[in-house]
């Protein structure tokens, strides 16, 4: 490209830029020295596009692009939570259960509030949708590993993976297509996982 392509081409990268910072943001961060993961942080802006990070500074996160009514339950949650404009800490004494961090940016706007643990139903709920995007990609990590690595384990990862599926746990559940139509179509694994792998592919593209 050269430099009077590049001068045209600014200006529109620059508007791109900048109406992507005008999309509203929720991000979600949990601490947890016991667990494992020990740390999660989770960004999903308001198209659905969202990024996993289990380490601060990751530099390669996990992408996803939650649906419609997943995105939008996230940021009605937020709503009800006045985005994060409280305390959300309950004065009950309770166990540690792990650090947590719900921010929310709209262009200049910033909210950001810690807890340990809530009593409001609409930051548990939250919370937990939260939990539900860390369990699903750590899931998908799993079986990546498991049909990489460990190919009699590709059973036990479509197993609980399949629990999740059922459980209704899973976001953005066609991000495991590609994965499992491989396995599927591959000889090298088991017969019963390539089964199990095409029905939960087949159960994802025409749920009930």
């Not at 649906?67 to 339950?73: F, G, H, L, R, W």
């Not at 940016?105 to 937990?128: M, T, Y």
């Not at 498991?146 to 599926?165: I, N, P, T």
């Amino acid at each position: 490209m050269n430099v009077l392509q590049m001068k045209h081409l600014l200006p529109f990268l620059c508007c791109t830029a900048l109406a992507a910072a005008d999309i509203p943001h929720l991000y979600f961060s949990k601490s947890f020295p016991a667990s494992k993961p020990a740390y999660v942080a989770i960004h999903v802006d308001r198209t659905g596009a969202g990024d996993y990070r289990e380490e601060e500074n990751d530099d390669h996160p996990v992408r996803f692009q939650l649906t419609e009514p997943e995105v939008t339950a996230l940021f009605d949650l937020a709503a009800k939570l006045g985005n994060f404009d409280h305390p959300l800490e309950s004065p009950l004494k309770v166990a540690f259960m792990g650090n947590k961090t719900f921010r929310f940016i709209d262009g200049a706007r910033k909210n950001e509030v810690k807890f340990n643990f809530s009593e409001d139903p609409a930051a548990q709920a939250l919370a937990d949708a939260f939990e539900r995007i860390s369990e699903s990609e750590q899931l998908l990590t799993n079986l990546e590993v498991s049909a990489k690595y460990d190919r009699l384990g590709v059973m036990q990862a479509l197993l609980v993976l399949e629990s999740a599926y059922d459980r209704r746990r899973l976001v953005d559940a066609s991000q495991y297509l590609p994965l499992l139509d491989r396995i599927a179509k591959n000889e090298s694994y088991m017969h019963q996982a390539r089964l199990r792998a095409a029905a939960l592919a087949e159960a994802i593209r025409t749920p009930k």
